[in-house]
């Protein structure tokens, strides 16, 4: 999923995308205020509306800026972002991310896409790429190999400084 300019949720995504914080609570007023529109009702009644699904649109404002919804506080009304990488605790050996099946999960939801559309990114089957994230079996070197690749390619694993 991407967001397209002009999406009600495309100024968030801009926010997050931008912003070199791991992790980040907004109130829904300031969320509000960044996108120039009101939060939907079930936002401020609903846990589940901060869901972290990729195929939400709303939820593709922070998932496709490399974040998650790691917690909400509907009484107070704020909502706390956490970078993948924090959340995901992804691991490296000799340098090189350690492609176990969080990696390989966060790295498609850093790219807001679902486990169709990486695996056609991949060129292997959505189930291979779920096997992967459930930890059935690990990819072979040669898909480490262009995991590693597009990783560096939209800077996943590079954690964010405040420079």
């Known amino acids: 999923?991407?967001?397209?300019?002009?999406?009600?949720?495309y100024?968030?995504?801009?926010?997050?995308q931008h912003c070199p914080q791991e992790v980040v609570t907004l109130?829904?007023?300031?969320?509000?205020?960044?996108?120039?529109?009101?939060?939907?009702?079930?936002?401020?009644?609903?846990?589940?509306?901060?869901?972290?699904?990729?195929?939400?649109?709303?939820?593709?404002?922070?998932?496709?800026a490399g974040y998650q919804a790691s917690s909400v506080d509907l009484e107070q009304q704020s909502v706390t972002f956490q970078t993948f990488q924090a959340a995901y605790n992804v691991q490296s050996k000799d340098g090189e991310i350690d492609w176990k099946g969080n990696a390989v999960k966060a790295l498609r939801l850093y790219k807001g896409l679902s486990q169709e559309q990486f695996a056609n990114e991949l060129g292997v089957r959505?189930?291979?790429?779920?096997?992967?994230?459930?930890?059935?079996?690990?990819?072979?070197?040669?898909?480490?190999?262009?995991?590693?690749?597009?990783?560096?390619?939209?800077?996943?694993g590079v954690l964010k400084s405040n420079a």
């Open 126 to 156: 959505r189930e291979t790429v779920s096997e992967w994230e459930n930890s059935r079996y690990e990819p072979d070197r040669s898909k480490r190999k262009l995991l590693s690749l597009i990783a560096k390619q939209v800077n996943f």
């Open 1 to 9: 999923m991407s967001i397209k300019p002009g999406s009600k949720y």
């Open 11 to 16: 100024r968030l995504f801009e926010y997050l």
């Open 27 to 64: 109130t829904f007023a300031e969320i509000e205020s960044l996108m120039g529109y009101s939060l939907p009702p079930s936002a401020r009644t609903k846990q589940s509306w901060w869901g972290n699904r990729d195929s939400a649109l709303h939820a593709g404002a922070w998932i496709t």
